[in-house]
């Protein structure tokens, strides 16, 4: 079984910064592309950042400045830097990644989401 819990998030001042983590638990042989994902009321969940396993990157235009992802692959952790977070940075954000369990001879590759946290961005 499969896990992962996100920490991080909380309330802040316009302008201000946090950084969000994700782990990955459970019986895993490998993790490929890691994101995080965000859902404010109303709207649906949209892409904010992945990273491949090699570390190629990409970011909503939204976010592209203000937030940088990044990744510790020996402890199955991919991080949200957010910077200068204005008000529309608000949501609860959800870690996602795609996960391979198994051995060897005969591997299944699934997607897995975090139960997500909230960031809300005050003026």
């Known amino acids: 079984q499969v896990q992962l819990v996100e920490s991080g998030g909380g309330s802040v001042q316009a302008g201000g910064s946090l950084r969000l983590s994700c782990v990955a638990s459970?019986?895993?042989?490998?993790?490929?592309?890691m994101s995080w994902y965000r859902q404010s009321i109303g709207k649906q969940r949209q892409l904010v950042a992945r990273i491949t396993s090699s570390g190629s990157t990409t970011y909503a235009d939204s976010v592209k400045g203000r937030f940088t992802i990044s990744r510790d692959n020996a402890k199955n952790t991919v991080f949200l830097q957010m910077d200068s977070l204005n008000l529309e940075d608000t949501a609860v954000y959800y870690c996602?990644?795609?996960?391979?369990?198994?051995?060897?001879?005969?591997?299944?590759?699934?997607?897995?989401w975090g139960q997500g946290t909230q960031v809300t961005v005050s003026s």
């Open positions: 996602n990644a795609y996960i391979y369990t198994g051995t060897l001879s005969e591997l299944h590759e699934n997607g897995y």
């Open positions: 459970g019986s895993i042989f490998t993790v490929n592309a």
